[in-house]
């Protein structure tokens, strides 16, 4: 008496089937342990999960939000960048220093100071990657010593005193309230994560930013 054995055929996995696996697998991890400490502190403390308590959060995010977006494509090129926050504090004082200028209307001073924080952060970051690239000196070294050299700017420059007095528009704008819970400032956060994740995906540059990140020798 024989046995026979049928062999068994699995169908291919669909390439939407696959993406979402591969989502599941990779990401959702993050997102599942976001969404138990959400589920955690919402049971253990009765006023977590208020609007009002979700005001703050968005508010205390923002700002991180927006530097994780550029910190995204350092790292994606095998970078670390240490100097972000004393590169913003000096982004924000020279600001706040062409806002409170009198000789300005605010709509004039608000986008003349918006084009220098700009331009003050985007020197920032060319000066650390020149400096890495050109004399092959760890980012970790040379964004040290930039947050050092940041700092100290941003104490020059705001005289080491606060600076108030800026345009009643551009408050009332960072302090607006949508929603009831949703900051305005936490919007701009997200529109600057989705044109750093458009640059990234649909992009030359951003397949260039993976490319380097994955081998440099390669790309040049």
Known sequence: MSETSEAVVSAPVSPGRAKFLRFLIRDA????????????????????ATPGNALKIFVQIAINTVLAAGMTFVILTGGIDLSVGSVLALCTVVGATIMINE????????????IACMATGAACGFLNGWI?????????????GM????????RVVSDNSTITGLPQ?????????IGGFLPSIFLVAVLVIAIGW???RFTVFGRMIFAVGTNDE???
Do not use: C, E
């Not at 000789?103 to 918006?114: D, G, Q, R, V, W």
């Open 103 to 114: 000789s300005l209307s605010p709509a004039a001073a608000i986008t003349l100071a918006l």
């Open 169 to 177: 528009s551009f408050v009332d704008f960072g302090n607006l309230i």
């Open 132 to 144: 890495s690239t050109r004399w092959k000196i760890p980012s970790f070294i040379v964004t040290l």
């Open 29 to 48: 991890g993050v997102l599942l342990a976001l969404v138990l400490i959400t589920i955690f502190f919402s049971i253990s403390a009765p006023y977590f």
């Open 218 to 220: 390669a790309v040049r």
């Open 147 to 154: 947050l050092n050299m940041a700092a100290g700017a941003a």
């Open 198 to 200: 458009f640059v990234l």
